[in-house]
């Protein structure tokens, strides 16, 4: 079955400390996305990839970084420098060009302690 | 940037009523997608809508795209309980080949047996 997984489902960090959260898809796209979603918010983007070894800035990128190695996982990198990391993490991928739908994966709730 | 207001931001119903769920832009719309959530899950495609005056429908949710492209509604035909969960519109924004959605905060139904 094609899709995208997220791990873990659920983090707890501690103040200070780095954490990166994995995303893979088995769906063959080209493009892929990082999203945050907060309670009574839409989703808010992160940053996204359009190719492999290429990725831009979305809203909120600050205090956060990513990697595209491979076309097949984009994992996300919350860092000590983000203020509020406490929120439900969200990972899409979706075909090149236009108008196409993107797939969400399961999410991952980032809780900071 | 695009902003995307949804109405209501809540609804409560009981089963068997029929709803409706909106969302407005102060910008045209370029794709606009339809996504629902169940709570602390990903997002599940409902349907996109591009041109002004297009109607989609799937089982019992019908979305319309008006003329001016700047509003789309979700409407809902006699609601079950599997009905409730969060419903975000996202759109295309545009100036890029691959697909930078921005989201509405959301609407979360609950549907009453």
């Known amino acids: 079955d094609g899709g995208i997984t997220q791990s873990p489902k659920y983090l707890f960090r501690k103040e200070g400390q780095n954490v990166t959260l994995s995303c893979e898809q088995n769906l063959n796209h080209d493009a892929m996305y990082w999203y945050r979603q907060d309670p009574g918010q839409g989703l808010r983007l992160i940053y996204y990839?359009?190719?492999?070894?290429?990725?831009q800035k979305g809203d909120i990128a600050e205090g956060y970084s990513v990697s595209r190695e491979k076309k097949e996982s984009f994992p996300l990198t919350v860092t000590s420098a983000q203020k509020n990391p406490t929120a439900f993490y969200l990972c899409?991928?979706?075909?090149?060009?236009?108008?196409?739908?993107?797939?969400f994966g399961p999410g991952t709730r980032l809780t900071v302690l | 940037s695009q902003e995307l207001e949804q109405s209501p931001q809540s609804l409560i119903v009981q089963e068997g009523k029929n709803l409706t769920i909106n969302c407005t832009s102060s910008k045209t719309l370029y794709g606009l997608y339809w996504y629902k959530q169940k709570y602390g899950e990903g997002l599940i495609f409902l349907m996109m809508l591009q041109k002004g005056g297009e109607e989609k429908s799937h089982e019992k949710i019908t979305a319309k795209l008006d003329e001016k492209k700047q509003q789309s509604s979700l409407h809902i035909t006699a609601s079950q309980p599997s009905h409730a969960g969060i419903y975000l519109c996202g759109a295309f924004t545009g100036g890029t080949s691959y697909g930078k959605l921005t989201f509405g905060q959301g609407t979360i139904l609950t549907v009453h047996p």
């Open positions: 990839s359009q190719i492999v070894n290429d990725f």
């Open positions: 899409a991928s979706s075909r090149p060009g236009t108008f196409n739908e993107q797939f």
